[in-house]
């Protein structure tokens, strides 16, 4: 099982992981301590939401709050700091309530997709020097086509048309490892903002299409047939046109 695999089904139900989680974890301790983060978590939300007292009459009271709104303006400063912390609780429960039904009937990234966006956004500091060398134009070199098939073929993946490399010149192709047992090449281009890094990992690919970001790169995770294709480029990259264009010639033969 790998490591995205492990955290999906971890985070379906920390408490409940199944044999399988289990069994994995025991055989290897980055797993397992996944496995205890996820469950210590868990037991601390336990221990705060029981160790919360409820007042009595708060559901009434919240009910109620159009027909006591002016009461409420003429309560004791103390009594307004008490029943305005109760009614925060409550409102972020509503919050969360709404959350979920929204999750449930418009179902958005996991937990461990999200996880995944975080590594290959990690991953990006590990070429800052070729990512700063683009964006100031002092890399301009393009990459012949064989050497970037090259890059991209231990992922499954390649270019497909040979004018590609013209009319988008790469400027940087190496295979990269941002999750352990999958295989990913990273490509560079000169974006307008800056480097645009087109990944491919043939993990399975993620369930839906999402946006991953930081204080400095935003970017999308799109599944793909084998796997997944990354695009990231520095805050305010028009990234559309590169998943168009990668999406009709990338290529996956494993």
């Given at each position: 099982?790998?490591?995205?695999?492990?955290?999906k089904?971890?985070y379906a139900?920390?408490?409940?992981?199944?044999?399988?989680?289990?069994?994995?974890?025991?055989?290897?301790?980055?797993?397992?301590?996944?496995?205890?983060?996820?469950?210590?978590?868990?037991?601390t939300?336990?221990?705060?939401?029981?160790?919360?007292?409820?007042?009595?009459?708060?559901?009434?009271?919240?009910?109620?709050?159009?027909?006591?709104?002016?009461?409420?303006?003429?309560?004791?400063?103390?009594?307004?700091?008490?029943?305005?912390?109760?009614?925060?609780?409550?409102?972020?429960?509503?919050?969360?309530?709404?959350?979920?039904?929204?999750?449930?009937?418009?179902?958005?990234?996991?937990?461990?997709?999200?996880?995944?966006?975080n590594?290959?956004?990690?991953?990006?500091?590990?070429?800052?020097?070729?990512?700063?060398?683009?964006?100031?134009?002092?890399?301009s070199?393009?990459?012949?086509?064989?050497?970037?098939?090259?890059?991209?073929?231990?992922?499954?993946?390649?270019?497909?048309?040979?004018?590609?490399?013209q009319?988008s010149?790469v400027?940087?192709?190496?295979?990269?490892?941002?999750?352990?047992?999958h295989?990913?090449?990273h490509?560079?281009?000169?974006g307008?903002q800056?480097?645009?890094?087109?990944?491919?990992?043939n993990n399975?690919?993620?369930?839906?299409?999402?946006?991953?970001r930081?204080?400095?790169?935003?970017?999308?995770?799109?599944?793909?047939?084998?796997?997944n294709?990354?695009?990231?480029?520095?805050?305010?990259?028009?990234?559309?046109?590169?998943?168009?264009?990668?999406?009709?010639?990338?290529?996956?033969?494993?």
């Amino acid at each position: 099982m790998d490591e995205l695999e492990f955290r999906k089904r971890v985070y379906a139900d920390p408490r409940a992981p199944g044999q399988e989680v289990v069994d994995a974890a025991r055989e290897n301790p980055a797993l397992k301590a996944i496995l205890d983060e996820a469950q210590q978590l868990e037991n601390t939300l336990d221990d705060l939401v029981n160790k919360m007292p409820v007042p009595e009459g708060l559901k009434a009271r919240l009910l109620s709050l159009p027909e006591e709104e002016a009461a409420v303006t003429q309560q004791p400063a103390a009594n307004d700091a008490s029943f305005f912390q109760y009614y925060a609780i409550a409102a972020s429960l509503v919050l969360a309530l709404g959350v979920t039904f929204s999750m449930i009937y418009n179902p958005g990234p996991s937990s461990a997709d999200l996880v995944f966006g975080n590594e290959v956004l990690a991953h990006l500091y590990h070429e800052m020097t070729e990512i700063n060398a683009i964006g100031s134009g002092i890399e301009s070199t393009v990459m012949p086509m064989t050497a970037i098939n090259d890059a991209m073929s231990d992922s499954g993946t390649r270019l497909v048309r040979a004018g590609f490399n013209q009319d988008s010149p790469v400027r940087f192709a190496k295979p990269c490892n941002i999750l352990p047992a999958h295989q990913s090449a990273h490509l560079m281009m000169e974006g307008s903002q800056g480097a645009v890094s087109v990944i491919v990992i043939n993990n399975s690919p993620v369930d839906v299409e999402y946006k991953i970001r930081d204080d400095r790169f935003s970017g999308v995770v799109i599944p793909m047939d084998e796997g997944n294709m990354i695009l990231i480029g520095e805050e305010g990259e028009e990234l559309d046109d590169y998943k168009d264009l990668f999406a009709e010639n990338v290529e996956w033969v494993i």
